[in-house]
């Protein structure tokens, strides 16, 4: 049964979470519709993963309110509404993934056959292996068949193709389009910032727990206010190139030159005028990831916030 109301899947109304001091998540309103793929992108510790806890009812909000096809989170959930593959948590060992496949779904309120199931996740041709003798990439597929092992209206993925190579993430996402194209709701975080720019029709991005830009890829590229400027040229000062009109920023490798400037037409005039012939010249928007950082490093500013760099275990 899908989604038949009018109003929001899934609805964050000035949502937080603390921990003492930490705002892990800090005022989240944000609305998920039906049949949407929303890429939920930010920095290590923005508060995804919380969010997502929150979501699936493993947290409670702090304060505010979620709610979930009208109801709140937890009676969602258990009604089968929802399939999550989180981060934590690992499989059962010793068994095989026909096996684990079925015993999971013995407690869905609404199953789908093993085999239905195996075949949506592409994982049929591993059924009779055990768990845990599965690469990374077939145990990440073996997760996602477990989020799908019912008959669900939202899909919930932390992560999804971590551990997977180019062409199981090519494979897991057209199992995903298949998925959203009879009506589910996607919602996924990810690092791999192309994955979103492909996938998603809309796209979050949160810092520190706050919600800093909602809009389709286009619309977040654009966000970021700048152009990427490309050419190759001879003898480059790159002090000169710092001066010129609209510089963001100015990379140099050999002779290939690449400028993210607030004003492409002023840079590029400037350019010129200076006498210099730049050569294979492409002007662009800035890709998903440069218009992420850029948004998020223009938050960090504005706040007097310095990230910390995570350390090498």
């Known amino acids: 049964m899908r989604h038949s109301g009018t109003g929001p899947v899934v609805s964050f109304d000035d949502v937080s979470k603390?921990?003492?001091?930490?705002?892990?998540?800090?005022?989240?309103?944000?609305?998920?519709?039906?049949?949407?793929?929303?890429?939920?992108?930010?920095?290590?510790g923005a508060g995804k993963s919380t969010s997502l806890d929150m979501l699936l009812a493993l947290r409670k909000p702090t304060s505010g309110k979620i709610a979930m096809f009208g109801s709140d989170p937890y009676h969602a959930v258990k009604s089968g509404?929802?399939?999550?593959?989180?981060?934590?948590?690992?499989?059962m060992p010793e068994v095989t993934v026909r096996e684990l496949i079925t015993l999971v779904a013995g407690f869905h309120p609404r199953p789908l056959p093993a085999?239905?199931?195996?075949?949506?996740?592409?994982?049929?041709?591993?059924?009779?292996?055990?768990?845990?003798?599965?690469?990374?990439?077939?145990?990440?597929?073996?997760?996602?068949?477990?989020?799908?092992?019912?008959?669900?209206?939202?899909?919930?993925?932390?992560?999804?193709?971590t551990a997977m190579d180019v062409e199981t993430r090519q494979r897991f996402w057209t199992s995903m389009k298949e998925e959203v194209a009879e009506g589910k709701t996607l919602l996924f975080a990810t690092h791999?910032?192309?994955?979103?720019?492909?996938?998603?029709?809309?796209?979050?991005?949160?810092?520190?727990?706050?919600?800093?830009?909602?809009g389709t890829p286009a619309d977040i590229k654009a966000r970021a206010g700048a152009k990427r400027i490309s050419f190759r040229l001879g003898s480059v000062d790159e002090t000169f190139l710092l001066g010129l009109p609209g510089i963001v920023s100015?990379?140099?490798?050999?002779?290939?030159?690449?400028?993210?400037?607030?004003?492409?037409?002023?840079?590029?005039?400037?350019?010129?005028?200076?006498?210099?012939?730049?050569?294979?010249l492409e002007v662009g928007s800035l890709g998903l990831e440069q218009a992420f950082l850029a948004i998020t490093a223009e938050d960090d500013r504005a706040s007097g916030y310095t990230p910390v760099q995570p350390q090498e275990a």
């Open 18 to 44: 603390h921990y003492g001091g930490l705002r892990a998540v800090d005022g989240l309103s944000l609305d998920l519709r039906a049949g949407e793929t929303v890429a939920l992108l930010g920095p290590n």
């Open 81 to 91: 509404r929802v399939g999550a593959m989180l981060q934590s948590g690992g499989l």
């Open 115 to 161: 085999d239905i199931t195996m075949k949506r996740a592409g994982i049929s041709d591993i059924g009779d292996q055990r768990v845990d003798r599965l690469s990374g990439g077939q145990t990440q597929r073996v997760r996602f068949a477990l989020a799908i092992v019912g008959e669900c209206d939202l899909i919930v993925l932390d992560e999804p193709t």
């Open 192 to 214: 791999y910032l192309e994955e979103a720019d492909h996938a998603a029709d809309r796209i979050l991005v949160i810092n520190r727990g706050r919600l800093l830009a909602d």
């Open 250 to 280: 100015v990379d140099v490798r050999g002779d290939v030159v690449q400028i993210q400037s607030s004003d492409s037409d002023a840079t590029l005039y400037a350019l010129l005028d200076a006498g210099l012939r730049p050569r294979e």
